[in-house]
């Protein structure tokens, strides 16, 4: 009664083993099976062969909905891409007769293995053993099966699957079959059923499961396992049934081809995926395409060029550039002041005529008189613009240097948009007119500076060449040809105005307006004095000059008290920008609540106010006028 008893278990486990749900080459038809990690456009598929030959992409027609796929390519069974996993429960309830089945049917699948396929073997129990690593030297691994493992408790299948997909992993394959067999549920693995099967997933792993029946049996495991990886699930009744599984098994992965193609259907369509091989019949296989993700991510990442060449402010700052650029050419095409005869013809020769001398006597008179602030004060900011290009001593015209002032704004602009990658970065050239208002004025004070410490020494060669017996313009005339720049062009102009009949106070009083110098009030005083009453000039030069390097001290003096006061005002400007770019460059992410949050944008206004505030009360404290 055994004896019959294990006859017909085991012919069930061979009719379980032949049914079409297997699919382990029993049919007289091939089986196309989906490969796991296939993504569309391009598509996998095994194409299982129901006997063992070698196979081509000559002898394979492979079509979709009728028509012929692009691309299309077979792989061998094993080589570098492919390999298999032999993964046996050596758990104390495989003891006997199980454990003996196991490693025989292990040899048995070995038997059947291409001799191009590599191949491991690892055990598992509490632990897991590596019998060998994937090889496919005969010899080893007929050795790592040769004898029965030593079993001990514990059925750790979710480290064990783990562990094989590391190996899987860093031997590189692109496909691997986990054949596994146990004769229980699993017990006692530190990692869960969802862990084990993303590693698998990762390392591009099926698992053919075979499960031994036992009392302790519960085939659930091996059956998710299996058809969560596109794999295969066997249970037998008996150890003796085993082995013509695991033979079975060894069969198909050596006739087991991967097809890969390009597919070209629309997105959205059912799609009929049939395989043709000479001397079998057609297999087919179906899936749907997937749906075109038209989102700003499914089909390109939308960047910050995107956003810029979409925004409207990118358009107002492009008609801004445009308007003040044709301004500036339209105003320089008719500003002809400095290509004038007159103008041109005064560069190298004088040309005084009683028009001219008039028309200055009254421009001085004007000037003095503070006339041009009842003009219209939209015109004094572009007079005082003229007035200090003139002084600076700059070749180029105001209307040249206001022009391209607007074109290094647009292009410091476009820099620095591109530079931070921002729209925020076209406020750069706001900057432009300040940056150039700033080097002009540098220039004028510098010049001014000058004219003020040459201007004690250039009295007391006046007040020489008056006790020498000159006249006034002829002592000014002498002072002005020993004299630097920029005092000797300056007198100059005093010397001219003269001669323009401009009285010499009045034309010192021109100067003194341009050189900003209240010190030569006194001289164009004294001047006045001994037009209308006379007297010892020389004398009143040299106490003039005297006190003007007395004041001279005192201001030299102030500027060094002051020197601390106007360190902080620069420290308490330049320490929370500065902090702000370090930080912007260790780790932005840290600046984002002041501009991402109400009560960090109020911060930073009040940032804002507190350092301005602070830099208008130290410039009040240090700046003393004398």
Not at 28 to 47: E, H, K, M, N, V
Not at 238 to 244: F, N, Q, R, V
Request: overall charge negative; hydrophobic content about 50%.
């Amino acid at each position: 009664m055994k004896l019959l008893a294990r006859i017909a278990a085991t012919s069930a486990a061979l009719a379980a083993l032949v049914a079409p749900a297997l699919a382990l080459g029993q049919s007289a038809a091939p089986t196309i099976t989906q490969s796991s990690g296939a993504g569309f456009p391009d598509r996998a598929y095994l194409l299982q062969l129901p006997s063992s030959r070698a196979l081509t992409a000559a002898q394979v027609e492979v079509t979709e909905n009728g028509s012929p796929v692009a691309g299309l390519a077979v792989v061998p069974p094993g080589g570098s891409r492919s390999g298999a996993i032999l993964l046996i429960d050596a758990s104390n309830s495989m003891e006997g007769a199980p454990i003996k089945g196991a490693m025989a049917a292990a040899r048995a699948f070995l038997a059947e293995r291409k001799d191009d396929l590599p191949v491991a073997v690892v055990v598992f129990g509490p632990d897991d053993s590596v019998l060998t690593d994937f090889t496919t030297d005969a010899k080893e691994l007929a050795a790592s099966v040769a004898e029965t493992p030593p079993l001990a408790e514990g059925t750790h299948i979710y480290d064990a699957l783990i562990r094989v997909s590391a190996l899987a992993d860093a031997k590189g394959l692109e496909r691997t079959t986990v054949v596994l067999l146990s004769d229980g549920t699993d017990i006692g693995s530190q990692a869960g059923r969802g862990e084990a099967l993303e590693s698998l997933v990762d390392a591009r792993v099926r698992v053919i499961s075979v499960g031994l029946s036992s009392p302790q049996y519960d085939p659930e495991t091996l059956q998710s396992l299996a058809r969560r990886t596109g794999g295969t699930y066997v249970e037998t009744a008996t150890p003796a049934a085993l082995e013509p599984v695991f033979e079975e098994i060894g069969q198909q992965l050596s006739s087991e081809y991967e097809i890969t193609y390009r597919s070209l259907l629309p997105p959205e369509r059912d799609a009929v995926v049939e395989a043709r091989v000479a001397g079998y019949a057609p297999a087919r296989a179906t899936y749907t395409t997937p749906a075109l993700d038209l989102s700003a991510r499914g089909t390109f990442e939308r960047d910050w060029i995107d956003d810029v060449i979409v925004s409207p402010w990118l358009m107002v700052f492009i008609i801004v550039a445009v308007l003040a650029l044709i301004a500036f050419a339209i105003i320089t095409a008719l500003d002809v002041r400095s290509r004038s005869l007159r103008r041109r013809m005064a560069l190298y020769v004088t040309v005084p005529s009683e028009d001219e001398s008039r028309l200055r006597r009254a421009e001085v008179a004007a000037l003095l008189a503070d006339q041009a602030q009842r003009r219209v004060a939209g015109q004094r900011w572009w007079q005082n613009f003229e007035r200090d290009v003139e002084l600076g001593g700059f070749n180029l015209s105001p209307v040249t240097i206001a022009g391209w002032t607007v074109i290094g704004g647009i292009v410091a602009s476009l820099v620095f948009a591109i530079a931070i990658q921002s729209l925020a970065g076209l406020l750069v050239g706001l900057i432009a007119p300040i940056v150039t208002r700033l080097v002009i004025r540098i220039r004028v004070s510098r010049k001014r500076a000058a004219f003020a410490e040459q201007l004690p020494d250039n009295l007391d060669v006046l007040a020489g060449s008056l006790r020498a017996g000159h006249s006034l313009i002829g002592a000014m005339s002498v002072m002005m040809d020993g004299a630097d720049e920029p005092s000797k062009t300056e007198f100059r102009r005093v010397i001219q105005d003269e001669q323009l009949g401009v009285p010499i106070d009045q034309a010192l009083m021109v100067t003194r307006q341009r050189m900003d110098n209240k010190d030569l009030e006194q001289v164009a005083i004294v001047t006045r004095l001994q037009r209308e009453a006379g007297g010892n000039t020389a004398e009143v030069l040299d106490r003039v000059a005297d006190n003007i390097r007395a004041s001279m001290e005192i201001r030299r003096l102030v500027r060094v008290l002051t020197a601390q006061g106007r360190l902080a005002m620069w420290v308490l400007m330049a320490t929370p920008i500065a902090l702000t770019g370090f930080i912007l460059l260790i780790n932005p992410s840290h600046l984002d609540p002041l501009f991402e949050r109400a009560i960090g944008n109020a911060f930073l206004v009040a940032w804002f106010v507190m350092m301005i505030a602070g830099w208008y009360a130290i410039r009040k404290i240090v700046r003393i006028e004398l």
